[in-house]
């Protein structure tokens, strides 16, 4: 779909429930998903507009009513506890007409949201200290929605991070050698057969009730957390667009799939690519921390099991995608995925060396 013109912009603008007339409008790059605007009203505050991106996101509506139910719980809470609810979460700003977004002529689904002025996004983790403070948000989010019906949310990508409907798709790519590469990658294939088990641990514990439905965020990295411009504080979790039911060890994993290892995913030197338990017992310490003990027994002894877990489903969905051509991730070169899934391979071998020190690193914060 083709970037809307300024007039377009300034036209959907009207449609909204903004402080009067808009005096400007700038365009942001940040995000690779959704094309996103600040707007400055007349009275002088600022609002982002955004268009989803509905080829991802195919319920906008079901997506916007998750983000708002969430949003108003957890400012219900800061209002209770005595808090900054101005600040401590996302507002959704309404149409003039009362909907949460706006479908433009184009079929560009549009929604708008309160800029959260005196905050900064950061992009990378610099310390173990950064990530125990990433840890300790995220966790602190869990926190805040334990109280929350989270079978009453919609998935907003379903089966996101069910790594059983993830390793039998995969098997699926595996026969249908769509790219006729499966005779290249039979090392990494049956590292992920071998492990076929692994795949379905945090379903099952789900579909059993040894561990609940939570809310989960699902993109838990740094540059979701609007810090406060002077202290660095942790002020709002943002990007609440794969807000869903799940488990909270999601969550976690996806956080530790980045966070403790050494390299970016997609660096060919695997010489580079190491697993980092100090980061792992960084970020947990702060994550156990922020979630002030609303996590079951259960679900903090499967923490391990979190980053491992979450490591391999990537594994997976990125030599699926080799397998099959390369249909679903953007690649900037022939076997951009391949080394993708190499590293997250070698992060997941690395880990099963580590679990039960970590097993017992976690048992001991508990």
């Not at 365009?27 to 094309?35: A, D, F, M």
């Not at 609940?212 to 957390?225: A, C, E, F, G, Y």
Request: proline share 3%; charged share 25%; with cysteine.
């Amino acid at each position: 779909m083709t970037r809307p013109t300024p007039e377009q912009v300034l036209s959907v603008c009207e449609k909204f429930a903004f402080g009067g007339a808009v005096s400007d409008i700038k365009v942001c790059g940040n995000g690779h998903i959704n094309s996103t605007y600040i707007i400055t009203a007349a009275n002088g505050k600022r609002y982002i507009l955004q268009i989803l991106n509905t080829a991802i996101f195919k319920d906008p509506v079901g997506v916007m009513n998750n983000i708002m139910a969430v949003t108003d719980h957890i400012r219900k809470g800061l209002i209770q506890s005595g808090e900054d609810a101005e600040r401590g979460t996302m507002r959704v700003v309404l149409t003039k007409g009362g909907a949460n977004g706006y479908t433009d002529g184009d079929g560009r689904f549009w929604r708008a949201y309160d800029f959260v002025e005196g905050t900064v996004c950061r992009l990378t983790v610099d310390s173990p200290e950064t990530f125990a403070r990433v840890g300790e948000a995220f966790g602190d989010f869990q926190r805040r929605l334990s109280d929350f019906d989270a079978s009453a949310l919609i998935e907003s990508i379903p089966n996101f991070h069910n790594t059983k409907k993830r390793y039998a798709d995969f098997l699926t790519a595996v026969e249908r050698n769509a790219a006729g590469r499966a005779d290249l990658v039979w090392d990494e294939i049956k590292f992920i057969t071998d492990r076929a088990d692994k795949c379905s641990l945090i379903v099952d514990a789900l579909e059993s009730g040894d561990i609940p439905l939570r809310v989960t965020h699902n993109d838990t990295k740094l540059s979701n957390i609007l810090l406060d411009e002077v202290t660095e504080e942790a002020i709002c979790i943002i990007d609440l667009d794969t807000v869903m039911p799940g488990s909270s060890l999601y969550d976690f994993g996806d956080s530790i799939r980045t966070g403790a290892a050494s390299a970016p995913e997609d660096e060919p030197d695997l010489g580079k690519v190491h697993f980092l338990p100090e980061m792992f017992k960084a970020y947990t310490k702060g994550f156990v921390r922020g979630t002030g003990g609303a996590l079951t027994e259960k679900e903090l002894s499967m923490l391990p099991d979190g980053g491992y877990i979450i490591t391999l489903e990537q594994a997976i969905r990125f030599l699926g995608d080799y397998l099959d051509g390369d249909t679903y991730y953007h690649t900037d070169y022939p076997d951009h995925n391949l080394v993708r899934a190499r590293t997250q391979l070698k992060l997941v071998a690395e880990t099963e060396a580590y679990l039960e020190e970590l097993r017992e690193f976690v048992k001991g914060l508990c």
